[in-house]
């Protein structure tokens, strides 16, 4: 067996997992582990509508399943096929609170003196306070609102200039980044310095921006997403993909990107250490896509519907 950009390749002509790519399998796998963190919690005070959490999961099976005879449907149907999980990535992250808010524990303390070991103090409450510049806090704050724009810019910019393979190579990048940081959220929930400490009011917290971050935060914040930052791993990844496959947009996106790094920090959002993982969870994640090749496949019939062959990574 090996494996494309764009799926599994079998030796045999009647392989399980036929027609199925890697992003399905990975979400497939996440899922499973999700519901497993669900139905460990029954055990404790479990989780408050658990049978809507499970109900969300069989669903997202089900796409799982679809998604091969999606992606032979037309272009809507291989759109949808190949960007399903990207659609579904505030959900899942809004789930992440209601999951871990049940585990009744979290890790703040330990993360705080990994804090204070490493950088010898508590950065993300004292940046703020101690230099609240208003340029310095516009701009910051500006760049962790750009958030989800550098997340989806990556692989739709990809797609539309017609580098669908690399789209689809960026989109698994991204997704599996996710869910390394989705699972260890479940089984090691952070609150973070934003619930940990007191907020910041002076001129930084002022501006529109700073403002704004807070009040999205408040709409739809996750308890205990904190180590390692998810926003920083992920848009990392997204930026090197882009900056792989199309130089000049991974470019447009590296000063936006640079900017979210530290803002999750200097806006009390993550502790230093959280946005240090999240730098080496994304380093490991590029370094894996580093030996995959995004080469388009060539399309054959088997079965009851198309799969994909191309060179295998």
Same mark, same amino acid.
């Given at each position: 067996?090996?494996?494309?950009?764009?799926?599994?390749?079998?030796?045999?002509?009647?392989?399980?997992?036929?027609?199925?790519?890697?992003?399905?399998?990975?979400?497939?796998?996440?899922?499973?582990?999700?519901?497993?963190?669900?139905?460990?919690?029954?055990?404790?005070?479990?989780?408050?509508?658990?049978?809507?959490?499970?109900?969300?999961?069989? !669903?997202?099976?089900?796409?799982?399943?679809?998604?091969?005879?999606?992606?032979?449907?037309?272009?809507?149907?291989?759109?949808?096929?190949?960007?399903?999980?990207?659609?579904?990535?505030?959900?899942?992250?809004?789930?992440?609170?209601?999951?871990?808010?049940?585990?009744?524990?979290?890790?703040?303390?330990?993360?705080?003196?990994?804090?204070?070991?490493?950088?010898?103090?508590?950065?993300?409450?004292?940046?703020?306070?101690?230099?609240?510049?208003?340029?310095?806090?516009?701009?910051?704050?500006?760049?962790?609102?750009?958030?989800?724009?550098? !997340?989806?810019?990556?692989?739709?910019?990809?797609?539309?200039?017609?580098?669908?393979?690399?789209?689809?190579?960026?989109?698994?990048?991204?997704?599996?980044?996710f869910y390394l940081c989705y699972v260890a959220f479940l089984f090691f929930p952070v609150a973070g310095p934003r619930y940990?400490?007191?907020?910041?009011?002076?001129?930084?917290?002022?501006?529109?921006?700073?403002?704004?971050?807070?009040?999205?935060?408040?709409?739809?914040?996750?308890?205990?997403?904190?180590?390692?930052?998810?926003?920083?791993?992920?848009?990392?990844?997204?930026?090197?993909?882009?900056?792989?496959?199309?130089?000049? !947009?991974?470019?447009?996106? !590296?000063?936006?990107?640079?900017?979210?790094?530290?803002?999750?920090?200097?806006g009390q959002f993550h502790y230093a250490v959280d946005a240090l993982a999240g730098l080496i969870v994304a380093a490991l994640?590029?370094?894996?896509?580093?030996?995959?090749?995004?080469?388009?496949?060539?399309?054959?019939?088997?079965?009851?519907?198309?799969?994909?062959?191309?060179?295998?990574?």
């Open positions: 067996m090996a494996v494309n950009s764009r799926g599994w390749k079998w030796s045999g002509t009647d392989g399980l997992w036929r027609g199925y790519t890697a992003l399905d399998l990975a979400t497939s796998a996440y899922i499973a582990v999700a519901t497993g963190a669900v139905l460990l919690s029954f055990g404790a005070e479990g989780i408050r509508g658990w049978p809507w959490v499970l109900t969300a999961h069989a !669903l997202i099976a089900a796409l799982v399943l679809l998604a091969p005879r999606a992606r032979n449907a037309g272009p809507i149907g291989r759109f949808l096929g190949d960007w399903y999980p990207m659609l579904l990535l505030p959900a899942l992250y809004g789930e992440i609170g209601v999951l871990t808010l049940s585990a009744g524990f979290q890790n703040d303390l330990l993360i705080q003196r990994l804090e204070t070991w490493v950088f010898g103090s508590q950065i993300s409450y004292r940046w703020i306070r101690e230099s609240p510049n208003v340029v310095l806090s516009w701009v910051l704050h500006a760049c962790y609102l750009a958030y989800y724009p550098i !997340l989806y810019a990556a692989p739709f910019a990809l797609w539309m200039a017609g580098r669908r393979d690399a789209s689809r190579h960026t989109i698994f990048g991204i997704m599996a980044t940990a400490f007191d907020g910041a009011h002076n001129a930084a917290t002022g501006v529109g921006p700073a403002r704004f971050a807070a009040w999205l935060l408040d709409q739809g914040d996750s308890w205990g997403a904190a180590f390692p930052s998810s926003h920083v791993a992920a848009s990392v990844v997204a930026t090197g993909m882009a900056l792989r496959y199309w130089r000049t !947009l991974g470019l447009v996106l !590296l000063p936006f990107t640079a900017g979210l790094i530290l803002a999750v920090v200097y994640m590029l370094g894996v896509m580093q030996t995959a090749e995004a080469t388009e496949p060539q399309r054959v019939r088997v079965g009851d519907y198309g799969v994909e062959s191309g060179s295998s990574v």
